[in-house]
T-cell receptor, first 116, second 115 residues
Framework: AQSVTQLGSHVSVSEGALVLLRCNYS??????LFWYVQYPNQGLQLLLK??????LVKGINGFEAEFKKSETSFHLTKPSAHMSDAAEYFC??????????????FGAGTQVVVTP | GAVVSQHPSWVICKSGTSVKIECRSL??????MFWYRQFPKQSLMLMAT?????????EQGVEKDKFLINHASLTLSTLTVTSAHPEDSSFYIC???????????FGPGTRLTVL
């Protein structure tokens, strides 16, 4: 079984400050890990993903995340927040293999508010 | 990235009626698509897996007779909410990914409001 825990349902950051969103997962097999962003009344947009290879992955809009197997974490960071980063962020885990391909388990989400 | 569309983007219907939502993969073929629902201020919950040419598989607790899924072609899956009730009001999102890939692309979602 898989599960995803996002610490903090709401995060408030100042414009220009570091954005840090925490995600921990549990999985009995090597996971595929994703971060998605959702703007109000819209679908999900892929920010970045980790499947294999380099554990530090860079995504769009200046975001990056590091897969730490020992900590079962996949935290999302951005060095300098922009007003346009205000949105809901979801961490998700998927397993490879034919029986679970494409099925995502999502975290509860973290609402990011950016203050001037 | 790949593009997935949904139609309609929002729909309002009366209690007891049925509503059909379409999910299309625009630039790739998808033998499998997924349907999620999202209640306000909550996360996405997987409802069912839509399989082209065969029956859909539903997650535990999802009524298959209420949420009818048809995957008639490699680019189209439909979700029909039958005899809709106010508690079915939600945001429905589909996803699909190119075969052999590791990423799912999500549609823009459909907001269903049942009066």
């Amino acid at each position: 079984a898989q599960s995803v825990t996002q610490l903090g349902s709401h995060v408030s950051v100042s414009e220009g400050a570091l954005v840090l969103l925490r995600c921990n997962y549990s999985s009995s097999v090597p996971p595929y890990l994703f971060w998605y962003v959702q703007y109000p009344n819209q679908g999900l947009q892929l920010l970045l993903k980790y499947t294999t290879g380099a554990t530090l992955v860079k995504g769009i809009n200046g975001f990056e995340a590091e897969f730490k197997k020992s900590e079962t974490s996949f935290h999302l960071t951005k060095p300098s927040a922009h007003m346009s980063d205000a949105a809901e962020y979801f961490c998700a885990v998927s397993r490879g293999g034919t029986d679970s391909w494409g099925k995502f388990q999502f975290g509860a989400g973290t609402q990011v508010v950016v203050t001037p | 990235g790949a593009v997935v569309s949904q139609h309609p983007s929002w729909v309002i219907c009366k209690s007891g009626t049925s509503v059909k939502i379409e999910c299309r993969s625009l630039d790739f073929q998808a033998t499998t698509m997924f349907w999620y629902r999202q209640f306000p201020k909550q996360s996405l919950m997987l409802m069912a897996t839509s399989n082209e040419g065969s029956k859909a598989t539903y997650e535990q607790g999802v009524e298959k007779d209420k949420f009818l899924i048809n995957h008639a072609s490699l680019t189209l899956s439909t979700l029909t909410v039958t005899s809709a009730h106010p508690e079915d009001s939600s945001f429905y999102i589909c996803s699909a990914g190119p075969p052999g890939g590791d990423t799912q692309y999500f549609g823009p979602g459909t907001r269903l409001t049942v009066l």
